[in-house]
Each structure stands twice: as structure tokens, then as C-alpha cells.
């Protein structure tokens, strides 16, 4: 009786330690990261050994330009949503409407400060541009979709109450750094589309910038180093890294591309290329993974007759926008762009 016993019961405790085993080798998932931890200044003391003449670019404000701080352009709950708005120095009124940018930074969806994008909004609103960098829900507060439509809520808001601060609403592009880049080409190319924003899923700041009550709709896009297809190989090595507990994209999603591959199908830009895309600017550094799906996307456009222009900035790492000299050729690819795209369109 007691041998058999113990044949029944070896197994069982077998498979307890194993199952006790596996749960102490599994690494724990690391913390979330602060907003803070991605910025000019992290960024640079990872960076200065390798490339000791960069210098991060200044956010001061010339007299040229006006900032307007801490507007709240939607409210997500108990979270008011803020953007910073940079501005052609003379007032709405004595200056023709300005077109205007919106602005995304970057920060792998978890961590980031709109500040980050504050020297490149200065340099577009000293070319005449009102840009607005903006801050958005990360993932540690929501997953996939928010950011999205948080990037979009930014636009309808510019476009519905930019006439106060002399923005031709008519004319809107919207840009992004990083993952910025990425979140601003979904948010562009999807627009007023619910593929990603069904209205049940919004709480807008006041029922005249809900969806539907006003365009999402921009003129161009700006990509600045951001990934178009979540779902290409070599942006799988990096995005879904089983070492990574969890990867930025993993925890954006909500889960690993096995587990959740319709949304990260979804959140690539180059599969909602329509006859509605506007016309889009890749930014590009000397890193090819974040480059993955650009060329089937333009590919997609071209044959479509929708613009595209690719500008690589060479020798460069990725964050290269935050730093002097390479925010010089970042800005002039970027006003080049919209003064095509922007300037002559829409009243």
C-alpha cells in the first residue's frame, strides 16, 4: 500500500518542483519607467563617448517666437492632457494664420516628456509654423490605442480652437520622434477612420472636438526615425525580444506578438495606406531597424500617386533629433516638407 502510494505521489511532486523551478528562473517584469527617464539628457550621457562632439540642442525661446505652456487640449479621466504651443512671435492678427504641426515624442510608448521636442517646435515656429508638442497617455497608464487617440484628440483640438492663437486650422500636419514618429503615421494615416478610435472609447475635453464633430484629417506627416510595420522580422528581433520582460512594444500591447498579433498588425502605419494618406516625410538615421516597413509603405503610396520623400541623416544614432548638429538637417528636411505640403494649402 505504501509503495503504491508513493508511485502515485512521486509524480505529483515531480511536476510541484518543476512548476517551483520554472517560477524562480522566470524573471519578474521590470518596473515601468518614468516619463523622465527618457530625454535629452539621458540620452546624451549614453552617447557622449561614442559621438563626444554632439551637444544637446537648446529649448530656450527666442524673441522671434511665443510659447503658450500647459494648455489642456482633452481630459482622460482624472488626467488633463497638456500640450505646448510654439507660435510666430507677432500676435493672431497681425500676421496671416500660421499653418501648424503637432508633435509626438518619443520614449518606446512608456517613458518620454513633450519637452523633448521643444528645440525642433522652436526652429519650425521661427520658419513661420505654429507647432505644438503635446504630451499623451503612455503605456504604463493605457495601452494601445490611446496614445493614438490621444495624437488625434491634439489635432482636432488645434484645428478647432487654433483661430485664438492664429492657426489656420485648414492646414495641419502631424509628426513624431521614435515611437512618436510611429504614433503620429497611425494617427495620420487612420485620421477620422475608427479603426482605432471608436467614439465609445473617447472622452473628449468638450463635446466640440469629440470624433466626428471635428476632422482628425492632416495634411502631411512627419516620421522621424519611427518604425511603419510592427510586424517585419527584423522589427520582431528587436520589438519582440523574449528577453525583454516585457519589450516596449509587449507592454504597449498588452502582450507579445503571439499573443496579441492583430493589434500589433494594426498598429502598423504601411497596412492603412488609402488614397487618403497624406503626403508623408521618413526621417532616417544610420539605424535600420527603425526603418522597418517604410520601403513597402512607400512602395504602397507611390503606387497610389501620393507623395513621399525619405531623408537619411548619416553617421547618426537613433535620438540623433535632440542633438546639435544633427537637429540643423532634422529641421530643414521638415520645413522643406511642409513648406510644399502646408504652405499654399487650405485658406
Not at 519578474?28 to 540642442?57: D, G, H
Not at 530656450?60 to 497638456?82: C, K, N, S
Not at 518604425?227 to 516596449?248: G, H, I, N
Request: hydrophobic share 45%; aromatic share 8%.
Amino acid at each position: 500500500m505504501g509503495a503504491a502510494l508513493l508511485a502515485v505521489l512521486a509524480p505529483l511532486a515531480q511536476s510541484a518542483a518543476q512548476t517551483a523551478a520554472a517560477s524562480v528562473a522566470a524573471p519578474a517584469p521590470a518596473p515601468a519607467p518614468a516619463p523622465e527617464s527618457y530625454t535629452a539628457e539621458t540620452t546624451w550621457a549614453k552617447l557622449a563617448k561614442t559621438y563626444p562632439f554632439i551637444r544637446i540642442a537648446s529649448r530656450a525661446v527666442p524673441a522671434t517666437v511665443r510659447a503658450v505652456e500647459d494648455i489642456t487640449y482633452v481630459q482622460r479621466g482624472t488626467h488633463a492632457l497638456q500640450l505646448d504651443l510654439y507660435l510666430p512671435a507677432a500676435k493672431a492678427g497681425e500676421r496671416p494664420p500660421a499653418p501648424a504641426i503637432v508633435l509626438v515624442h518619443g520614449g518606446g510608448w512608456r517613458a518620454g516628456l513633450r519637452s523633448n521636442l521643444a528645440p525642433l517646435a522652436i526652429r519650425l515656429a521661427e520658419r513661420g509654423y505654429a507647432a505644438a508638442t503635446i504630451g499623451y497617455r503612455l503605456s504604463p497608464e493605457a495601452g494601445y490605442p490611446a496614445a493614438v487617440l490621444d495624437a488625434k484628440a491634439a489635432v482636432r483640438w488645434l484645428r478647432a480652437h487654433g483661430q485664438s492663437y492664429g492657426i489656420d486650422g485648414a492646414r495641419i500636419a502631424i509628426g513624431g520622434a521614435s515611437a512618436g514618429g510611429q504614433v503620429a503615421s497611425l494617427a495620420g494615416v487612420t485620421a477620422d477612420r475608427e479603426i482605432v478610435e471608436p467614439a465609445a472609447a473617447v472622452d473628449a475635453a468638450d463635446a466640440a472636438t469629440a470624433p466626428g464633430k471635428v476632422s482628425s484629417a492632416v495634411q502631411a506627416i512627419v516620421n522621424i526615425d519611427g518604425l511603419s510595420d510592427f510586424t517585419a522580422p527584423e522589427a520582431l528581433r528587436y520589438e519582440d525580444d523574449p528577453a525583454k520582460q516585457p519589450s516596449s512594444a509587449g507592454a504597449w500591447f498588452g502582450g507579445r506578438y503571439a499573443q496579441k498579433e492583430a493589434l500589433w498588425r494594426e498598429a502598423s502605419p504601411t497596412f492603412h495606406v488609402t488614397r487618403e494618406t497624406p503626403p508623408i516625410l521618413f526621417i532616417g538615421s544610420a539605424q535600420p531597424r527603425f526603418s522597418m516597413g517604410r520601403e513597402a509603405m512607400i512602395g504602397k503610396m507611390t503606387a497610389l500617386g501620393i507623395p513621399s520623400r525619405v531623408v537619411m541623416v548619416p553617421d547618426t544614432p537613433h535620438s540623433f533629433w535632440l542633438f546639435d548638429p544633427w537637429l540643423a538637417p532634422t529641421v530643414e528636411a521638415t520645413a522643406a516638407f511642409l513648406d510644399k505640403y502646408l504652405r499654399g494649402a487650405g485658406s
